[in-house]
């Protein structure tokens, strides 16, 4: 079964830093792309960030480009994503999902991890 | 980036009802389009992906057409275990957005 377990949110000031990971399992972790997905209070889904399998390529939604890296471990099947240069607006849920191998659609999510910014 | 519009936001109907939700793309994404079902305080469940193809263990009840720029996802014969909010996402190129959601209620 496959299961994604997010961790590393909490309360953060603005201008702080926060590193988030997901611990992967159930399926081959270094054969698959990998995504964060973020869902403000109240709000929609947005798309975050996202790796190739290898790690060889990343992608950024405009807002957090400069901000936050997104990395992986393929050794320690984790993605990670780190947040620098913390704003209120980054305040949301943030999710990793396993992208589909050859048409990346997100298939799986972890169950989220709750990041706030605030003073 | 492409700009995916749902509508309505929001969906009244009872169990039994056929549902339909519309998702149009700003430009267009081909069938690199898929839905995704949302409960209060859960993550969002893969439903169809490439427009029309539903995901192992789905109920066929729902389903998925279009191509484009347009898309629908359908609801046959809407069950108490399907009010929830419905996201479509495009993911042609390298940023992958979602639609505004559609939140189905009982109505």
């Known amino acids: 079964e496959v299961q994604l377990l997010e961790s590393g949110g909490g309360l953060e000031q603005p201008g702080g830093s926060l590193r988030l990971s997901c611990a992967a399992s159930g399926f081959t972790f270094s054969s698959y792309a990998m995504s964060w997905v973020r869902q403000a209070p109240g709000k929609g889904l947005e798309w975050v960030s996202l790796i190739s399998a290898s790690g060889g390529n990343t992608y950024y939604t405009d807002s957090v480009k400069g901000r936050f890296t997104i990395s992986r471990d393929n050794s320690k099947n984790t993605l990670y994503l780190q947040m620098n240069s913390l704003r209120a607006e980054d305040t949301a849920v943030y999710y990793c999902?396993?992208?589909?191998?050859?048409?990346?659609?997100?298939?799986?999510w972890g169950q989220g991890a709750l990041v706030t910014v605030s003073s | 980036d492409i700009q995916m519009t749902q509508s309505p936001s929001t969906l009244s109907a009872s169990v039994g009802d056929r549902v339909t939700i519309t998702c149009r793309a700003s430009q267009s994404i081909n069938s690199w389009l898929a839905w995704y079902q949302q409960k209060p305080g859960k993550a969002p469940k893969l439903l169809i992906y490439?427009?029309?193809s539903l995901e192992s263990g789905v109920p066929s009840r729902f389903s998925g057409s279009g191509s484009g720029t347009e898309f629908t996802l359908t609801i046959s014969s809407l069950q108490p275990d399907d009010f929830a909010t419905y996201y479509c996402q495009q993911y042609k190129g390298y940023a992958w957005t979602f639609g505004q959601g559609t939140k189905v209620e009982i109505k």
């Open positions: 999902a396993k992208a589909f191998i050859s048409s990346w659609y997100f298939d799986c």
């Open positions: 490439k427009a029309s």
